[in-house]
């Protein structure tokens, strides 16, 4: 064979390895509503920046699929017996996305970072002594060793450290800061690593090729074996839900992980597209104000939840998708139990009954809600329509969100149809709404027995004593109603038939690891 | 003139951002937010000095040119302003000029065929895409090449610098979709003010002359009927380069609408304070060019 015919030959088998190359790298898009606002983890976030950072990142323990907390980057967690100190065992081997090796030291390093005013961290109220209780220490006593000091038993310390808004406190390596100390890049140990973040329109992540995977065969949840089969994620910014849709349809976009009910419902009979449904841990329901003149009678709050259909409201606000849930745990939590199901009872006459005891007169009574999240405006609307059959005179005013929210801190509002973002541990749900009202005008519900119940199942470790006191909590609640929880909320993924292994899960963000992307050009 | 105009535009822009009820920092923190991190958000951002003091902190930065840090991006807002104007104006000007092109001589067209079925027909068509609103023509449009045919994408943008082939196909559809909804206005104006024009003295004199009925309408009535139009046409110019928002939103451009209603929403005050001052700065500019135009068209006016 003449050299030159062996130099065209050699020059085709590359083009045909370099093309088969391209061909095969995946990169499946998915749609977010709104761009990203950082890439320092669990700073100056908002729900799609946690959504990314938590490919990027991972702390030293996590949320399963079950929302009970694992172990991540550590190997084992011990507890010391009066709950103080908090010992993790580092796994081996483990990468940053810059080649060098976990150690303790990046483990104290990126601690005493968060934990720094000046980095403005998300959840440093968690741990300094505002929270639950305070790091008063973080200590390396080898390379594989940490060990956090609190200055008091903290049940909710695992917890808190696992929160997505606080980027699952990820670790970082310090070369994510540029020399001068200022924010570079996130050098995290998770199975993606940043890209190109184009603003306001798209952020990419490639796959960390030496990510290395726990010992698990799956993924669970937030830990596990979280294997990346795609080698690119480009998540697009899709602020309106109609032209998401239009770009699903069209192949724009293989995944959104959060389409409404209704969407759902038509997207199902598309032939090329597949659901994927998990309820999820946000509270919707109405709020009361205890304090206003009408509604501190317990007799008028208690009217208006047995006046309620919740079979019928939740169906339709759900699209038959969720669960009734008068309870502030919500059922995807492992503290969901027997007495959390118990509710109120739909009852027109004793409704009526308690409101000619406690001399209503058809007062007015103005409910706020907003349109900016449809299902707060649409909870108002049928509440307002099922409590005019007791006898109710409930007024709906719509607010934009915005200053909803700010009606709701400051508690200027009678009434308010609200959704609370999800808390993935029971006490975080019910801390959400108990509350000193004189110091924190936001909470619901201000009852001293509840919050000394509250502050005992805080400090609490064993789950096993945690039940009992949340099953008191939610007794209390129904006696006291400062407030009616009507259902949680579900996480509904739409995604092309290619898209394999992607689950919802009641954490309610997407996880890109452990999906592939089937050839569907046989 | 000018300063003080501007000083006291700055003063309007200001002064009604913060009328907005809303806390920057609430809508950052959310519903878990305790007191002291709320605190703590409002000191970051120097929302706890009083108004004034807060107007003269951002006044100064102005005026050196310095419009300060987006609230929710911590990106320099001027930065941010140049990026997604830019995305704007390219789909504005090129959707003003090709609607301009179509809709001055069909507005000739129908002034010259008057209360013919043409010129009833051309009527028509304009007021039903002035009536049509732009996001759902827009929807529609999608449906159509993107969904359907799947000749056009759905979402995306890329710039020209980047790769000018691929940018055309991404802005193809927001540019239609506004050809259309200003074609509307345009043709109407054009038609209305020929109609006018077309009945003076000099386009009968200048028929009687022997002209054909095409120089007639485009030497010499064209030229005093386009005035009214021009000026519409900078008007719906001033207009749209403050933003097409809701196209932005179909077409996920990231445009400066599409940054002002996002700064809205999360009170990004010193994004919307740089977004307004823009917004009315190039009204005034396009509004000024098109006076310094007008004798172009219209020798009788002066300067």
Known sequence: MNSYVKTALAVALSACTFSMAIAQDKVISVGLNGDIRNTDPGVNRDDNTDAVMMHIVEGLVAYREDTSIAPMLASAVAVSSDGLRYTFSLRDGVHFQNGQLLTARDVQWTWRRYLDPKTQWRCLAEFDGRGAAKIVDVATPDPKTVVFTLDQANGLFLAAMARPDCAGSGILHPDSLAADGSWRAPIGTGPFTLGKWQKGQYVELDRFKEYTPRAEAEADGYTGNKQAFV????FEVIPDSASAKAALLSGGVDLL??????????????????????????????????????????RIRRAVALSLDYAQMVAALSDGLSVVNNSVIPTASPYYDDTARQGYTYNLDEARRLLKEAGYGGEKIRMLVNKRYPQMFDMGLLSQAMTQAAGLNIEMETLEWGTQ???????????????????????????????????????????????????????????????????????LMLKDVPMVVIYNGTAIGAMGKRVEGYRSWPVAKPRLWGVKLADTSK | MAVPTLLLISVIVFALIRLIPGDPALLMLGDMA??????????????DH???????????????GDLGMSISSRQPVLELLIERFSVSATVVLVAVLLATLLAVPVGLLAAWKQNSALDLGLVATATLLLSVPSFWLGLLLLYVFGIQLG???????????????????????????????EFGAIARMARASTIEVLRLEYIAHARAKGLSEGAVLWKHALRNAFAPTWTLIGLILGNLLGGIAVL????????????????????????????????????????????????????????
């Open chain 1, 231 to 234: 080698d690119k994620v480009r």
């Open chain 1, 257 to 298: 992980p959060d389409v409404t009910a209704m969407d759902a419902a038509q997207l199902k009979q598309v032939k090329n597209l597949q659901i994927q449904v998990s309820p999820i841990m946000t509270i919707s329901g109405l709020l009361f104000q205890t304090r206003d003149p009408l509604l501190k009678d317990v």
């Open chain 1, 405 to 475: 929210l700010e009606r709701y801190q400051t508690g200027s509002y009678q009434m308010m149809s609200f959704s609370y973002s999800g808390r993935f541990d029971a006490a975080q749900s019910y801390e959400s709404v108990i509350g000193d009202k004189q110091k924190e005008p936001r909470k619901v519900w201000d009852n001293p027995e509840a919050l000394a119940i509250l502050r005992e199942a805080q400090r609490e470790v064993d789950p096993a004593k945690r039940q009992p006191l949340f099953d008191k909590l939610h007794t």
């Open chain 2, 34 to 47: 305790d007191p002291q991190s709320l605190a703590d958000m409002r000191s970051s951002l120097g929302l």
């Open chain 2, 50 to 64: 009083s108004v004034v003091t807060q107007y003269l902190i951002w006044i100064k930065s102005v005026l050196s």
């Open chain 2, 151 to 181: 000749w056009l994408p759905v979402i995306g943008y890329v710039g020209f610098a980047s790769d000018p082939m691929k940018a055309v196909t991404y802005v193809v559809l927001p540019i239609i979709t506004l050809t259309l909804v």
């Open chain 2, 248 to 303: 932005e939103t179909v077409f996920t451009l990231p445009g400066i609408g599409r940054l002002m209603v996002d700064a809205i929403f999360s009170r990004d005050y010193p994004v919307l304070q740089g977004c307004l001052l823009l917004v009315t700065c190039i009204y005034v500019l396009v509004n000024l060019l098109v006076d310094l135009l007008y004798p172009l068209f219209d020798p009788r006016v002066k300067l």
